[in-house]
């Protein structure tokens, strides 16, 4: 079993930045891929970034691309989102997610195994 716990988020003016961070306990999320998804009131979740096993490959959901960076330290079991140049429309609870079973980048949510709580990232206008 995979504990996942975000911490990070906040209130943030249009423009400004926030790092959020996901703490993984338990079974190491260290050899899988993770991703932040993200849930706006009154919306669907969706995909925000992820991050293969190592590192190495990143992908982006186009909303967030340029703006936001997905990275991992596998020594810490942490993984991190670097939000930068936050819009209002950027605000939603935003959750980490291990997926257990794939070592690549992984966009969808059904395929994810473990998942944080979640934290609320607000952006004003």
């Known amino acids: 079993q995979v504990q996942l716990v975000e911490s990070g988020g906040g209130l943030v003016q249009a423009g400004g930045s926030l790092r959020l961070s996901c703490a993984a306990s338990?079974?190491?999320?260290?050899?899988?891929?993770m991703g932040w998804f993200r849930q706006a009131p009154g919306k669907e979740r969706e995909f925000a970034a992820t991050?293969?096993?190592?590192?190495?490959?990143?992908t982006y959901a186009d909303s967030v691309k340029g703006r936001f960076t997905i990275s991992r330290d596998n020594a810490k079991n942490t993984v991190y989102l670097q939000m930068n140049s936050l819009k209002p429309e950027d605000t939603a609870v935003y959750s980490c997610?291990?997926?257990?079973?794939?070592?690549?980048?992984?966009?969808?949510?059904?395929?994810?195994?473990?998942w944080g709580q979640g934290t609320q990232v607000t952006v004003s206008s």
């Open positions: 997610a291990c997926a257990a079973r794939f070592r690549g980048v992984v966009d969808a949510a059904a395929l994810y195994d473990y």
């Open positions: 338990g079974r190491t999320c260290s050899s899988y891929a």
């Open positions: 991050i293969n096993w190592s590192g190495s490959t990143t």
